[in-house]
């Protein structure tokens, strides 16, 4: 996209002198005899830079860039004006209406490199627009997606408590172990039927809390990965836990790449004979 610098001056020779002299460069160049005309073509080009001169009728240019600023705040906007006006003028750049201050008569290439840094710190003036909104936007996303990971949370806290809930009511002893050896589900039933021997309970380590016998079976069924398992005559097994013989299940909680875990169901043979 061509820039755009929009010149405002009531002397028709200082705006022809500065079309001629920036001919050659590629910038669309609009110009402008008072403000009111100036603020028209504002409404019908995006321009980047405002350049106007100070003592003009009707409306001054620190008053002309004044509104140009409240309707175009990204717009670069410029004085070019005789050295008599300073005062008035510095008044205007303190009041953040100006980004600089040119002086009449101008030197040409002085005023090719000032315009040349007008049109860079509009570009980044538009840099940081685009990324505080890019910002702003991935702020916003970043709300809805902890706000539905929020949700998420509750719902599978629900569904954890809900499973809890249940697998304590189970007159079968079942037992959960995290992959790191740490017991992290134990219904009643199973505190009943080892605590015992073993002073079993919640974050334990198995090593402390389990029979050599479940330690081994769970090594070999649950904490490994398919193919390092054993055949299913060892993850289904009678052994005896405190003078009861039980019939124990170990099944391996785990994906196609991570194990899990592992869960433990103990059935006392005595249940499975009344059956």
């Known amino acids: 996209m061509t820039e755009k610098i929009l ?55 620190t008053e002309f860039l004044s509104q140009v600023r409240k309707l175009y705040p ?9 050295y008599a006006d300073a005062a008035a003028i510095l008044t205007s750049i303190n009041e953040g209406n100006i980004f600089r201050f040119l002086t009449k008569p101008w030197i040409e ?6 315009l040349r840094s007008c049109l860079e710190q509009h570009a980044m003036v538009e840099q940081n627009k685009i990324l505080t909104e890019s910002l702003y936007k991935q702020n ?3 709300k809805v997606l902890a706000q539905q990971l929020e949700e998420l949370m509750e719902i599978r806290t629900s569904s954890l408590e809900l499973v809890q809930d249940i697998v304590s009511l189970l007159p079968m002893p079942v037992i959960g172990i995290s992959v790191d050896r740490f017991i992290t589900m134990i219904n009643p039933a ?9 002073p079993i309970s919640i974050g334990m380590e198995i090593d402390q809390a389990l029979p050599v016998e479940l330690i081994q079976m769970l090594e070999k ?17 009678q052994i005896t ?15 196609k790449h991570f194990i899990r875990g592992g869960l433990l169901l103990l059935e006392p043979i005595s249940c499975l004979t009344a059956k």
């Open 140 to 142: 916003e996303e970043l």
């Open 241 to 255: 836990v405190n003078d009861v013989p039980v019939r124990v299940r170990s099944f391996g909680l785990q994906n």
């Open 7 to 61: 010149f405002v001056d009531d002397e028709e020779n200082v705006l022809r002198s500065l079309k001629r002299m920036l001919r050659r460069e590629n910038y669309e160049i609009l110009t402008a005899s008072s403000g009111e005309e100036g603020l028209r073509l504002l409404k019908q080009h995006k321009v980047q830079v405002v350049v106007s001169d100070q003592r003009m009728p009707e409306m001054t240019g």
């Open 221 to 237: 069924c649950s904490l490994s990965m398919p193919g390092e398992q054993d055949n299913e005559t060892e993850c289904d097994r």
């Open 74 to 82: 990204d717009t670069i906007r410029v004085v070019l004006s005789g």
């Open 190 to 198: 199973a505190v009943e039927l080892l605590s015992t021997s073993f």
């Open 109 to 114: 290439e002085e005023l090719r490199v000032n």
